[in-house]
């Protein structure tokens, strides 16, 4: 019998009988076995044979008719619903695929946060040990590159700084990229050397950190 991802073992009978009259294994109003027979022949339930030639007769593969048994109608209906069934098996196919892939991602986005979330929380324990603790700056309305990308207003030349990640509102979107645009309230998440607080809120918000007023 031709193999199938479909789960259904009455599809697969049914797809494998209309291959074999696509095969001319059968000929145009020739009756084949009964129920009974398929039955045995596919080591399954006469209930599962009888949803296969069902689905069968509702493309117009077979005819059963009561006391003449089973007909095989026409080899282009046959053809027709082999190739109806791959369509639709490829495409219950892609879509598990696209399902199993957005929810690895969606896994990955969350392990990424939590991670963020993590070096964020203790980086007030460990700014003294490293000059690569990521700092947070809120964009005011006074900052003159609202509307502009982070590639536009070449931030990483003017600051020194990387954006690893940009928080809008309770979104924290993870490594924004050179195209993601500031908005007034959004919060940048930057990394760079000790002064990376002060020159980013000097170039972004033009004025000097609190910490350097002590």
Not at 4 to 16: G, K, T, W
Not at 82 to 96: A, E, G, T, W
Not at 125 to 137: A, D, F, I, M
Not at 186 to 196: E, F
Request: glycine fraction near 6%; charged fraction near 25%.
């Amino acid at each position: 019998m031709s193999k199938s991802s479909l789960s259904a073992r009455y599809q697969q009978i049914a797809l494998d009988i209309a291959q074999r009259i696509v095969n001319k294994e059968f000929s145009i109003g020739e009756k084949i076995h009964g129920r009974s027979v398929l039955a045995s022949m596919y080591n399954v339930s006469p209930e599962t044979i009888r949803k296969a030639v069902a689905l069968l007769q509702d493309m117009d593969v077979l005819q059963v008719n009561q006391g003449s048994g089973i007909v095989i109608n026409s080899i282009d209906k046959a053809y027709n619903f082999i190739q109806r069934f791959k369509y639709l098996d490829s495409v219950s196919s892609l879509k598990h695929d696209l399902e199993k892939l957005i929810e690895q991602k969606k896994q990955i986005d969350e392990e990424l946060e939590k991670t963020l979330n993590s070096i964020i929380e203790y980086s007030d324990k460990l700014k003294n040990l490293s000059p690569y603790n990521p700092v947070e700056v809120e964009v005011s309305e006074k900052c003159p590159y609202i509307g502009s990308s982070i590639s536009e207003m070449k931030f990483w030349q003017n600051t020194g700084g990387t954006v690893v990640a940009l928080r809008k509102g309770d979104n924290l979107i993870v490594s924004p990229g050179p195209y993601a645009v500031l908005e007034e309230g959004d919060v940048i998440v930057v990394v760079g050397g000790n002064d990376i607080l002060k020159d980013v809120e000097k170039f972004i918000n033009g004025k000097d950190s609190d910490l350097d007023s002590d």
